[in-house]
């Protein structure tokens, strides 16, 4: 057994004041560890922006939207428009909404009456609700550009959009004032948006200067700070679940510009539609959007599939920031409005992209019958054509040969090419970007567009030359199925034209329309 000598051990004196001073000395080297702590983790956040994360999942914005989503079982069923019912006015209400309509273009009386909070139908597919989207999803910055728009469904816009998005993924909502001159969206807007909501979460900014949709949707953009952009109108209602599927999509598929279903609510009454459906769109020679029927696709396996589609309406769309900018964002050369929705849809899918709707995702939108502004172009003449404009830049740039059955329905545009402004700009980004001509858009996106002028036996007047009738329109909406009947023959008229197909064995209008 091996013996150890015990060591002593020599501690030295200790007084009570020399205690104090220790136990004080611990104590703030404590205080320094914690504080250091605390000052880190925003720190540590910002990098990864997991502590912005978890303040959005559990702090007042998580308990906010996690309220709302049994709100609707709470709230009394007949306040008005709840549930997404309508509101049905009488006497002095209703003239006045009449009255009223005409500058709105819309039942503002109604759409005051209602809550800027209020409940809508879920009227997903029920299999919508057995997906399961990813934890990690890209943050979405949403940009809501208005003019003039009334108080009440612009802030029912903001506060649909609030309830119904997850606030771990919604970034931020941007309010982009396109210098609105209605006095309510002035100071009294600012007060409201400081009282109700984080200015870091929505944020108002305003334009010195009338832009026009086209310019200030780019803008809305530039100040983004989110993964996805998601351009929404000031007039709409998003739904229960509406922000995930755009955000999984995109994250897939990174070069895929999306849309949400859009559901219509009633211009006069308020109603939220109940149909459910789906659809995509197309476009006419005349270069206006249309709205078409889902074709059948063998690609799609479920009814929650995403739905190809060969244009976009334009109000209401989701795209990845850094690849907005990289395809072209919008023609700058595009006035105030109209165009730009086909404009980008063929450049989407001539360069690369594609272009879908996805059902799962819905949002409200009130349909106007009319335009409650003026189209004031940059140069600052007033009820300037400007779709027509747009349209011809959009000819020029990226329908090759086929901008001739554009022109033939806008001969005095072909007439003045020369005012349309330099091209050389997008001209280059189609080079630069490598996209396909047209033809190919034509036969890989929307085969079934007819082509009056091609494979056909005739093409257009079809005239009794004893009677001087030729076949016409008769003043009828190109963009709907009609059946046509006869009229004196006036030279030009896109609306007597028509082709004969010899596999058909019948008369065609310029849209494919069957003539009885």
Partial sequence: MVSHARRKIFLPRITLSRLLGLVILLSAA????????????????????????????????????????VRSDKVEASAPGENGAGVMLRGEELNRSEILFKKEAFNIIASDMISLQRSIPDIRDPKCKELQYDVDLPS???????????????????????????????????????????????????????????????????????????????????AAVGDVLIFLDSHCEANVGWLEPLLQRIKDNPKHMLCPNVDAINDKSMSYSLNGGSASGAFTWSLHFTWESVKDDPRRKLSTDPIRSPTMAGGLFAAGRKWFFEVGAYDPGMDVWGGENLEISFRVWMCHGALEFIPCSRVGHIFRSSHPYTFTGRDGVKNKDTHGINSARLAEVWMDDYKRLFYFHRQELYKQRDQLGDLTERKALREKLKCNNFKWYLDNVIPEKFIPDEDVQ?????????????????????????????????????????????????FLSNRFIEVH
């Fill in 30 to 69: 404590c205080a320094f560890i914690l504080l250091a702590g605390l000052l880190d983790a925003p720190i540590r956040g910002s990098s990864g922006h997991s502590a912005a994360v978890g303040e959005r999942r559990g702090g007042s914005r998580g308990k906010r939207y996690a309220d709302y989503q």
């Fill in 140 to 222: 979405a910055s949403v940009v809501i550009i208005f003019h003039n728009e009334a108080w009440s469904s612009l802030l029912r816009t903001v506060w649909s959009v609030l309830n119904r998005s997850p606030p771990e993924y919604l970034r931020e909502i941007i309010l982009l004032d396109d210098k609105s001159d209605r006095e309510e969206l002035g100071e009294k807007l600012e007060k409201y948006l400081a009282e109700n909501f984080d200015p870091n979460v929505v944020r108002l900014v305003r334009c010195k200067e009338r832009q026009g949709l086209i310019s200030a949707r780019v803008r809305g953009a530039e």
């Fill in 458 to 506: 005739v093409y257009g007047q079809a005239k009794n030359p004893q009677s001087g009738l030729c076949l016409d329109m008769l003043g009828k909406d190109e963009k709907n199925i009609l059946n046509i009947g006869v009229y004196g023959c006036q030279g030009k008229s896109t609306a007597q034209v028509c082709s004969y197909d010899t596999d058909l064995g019948r």
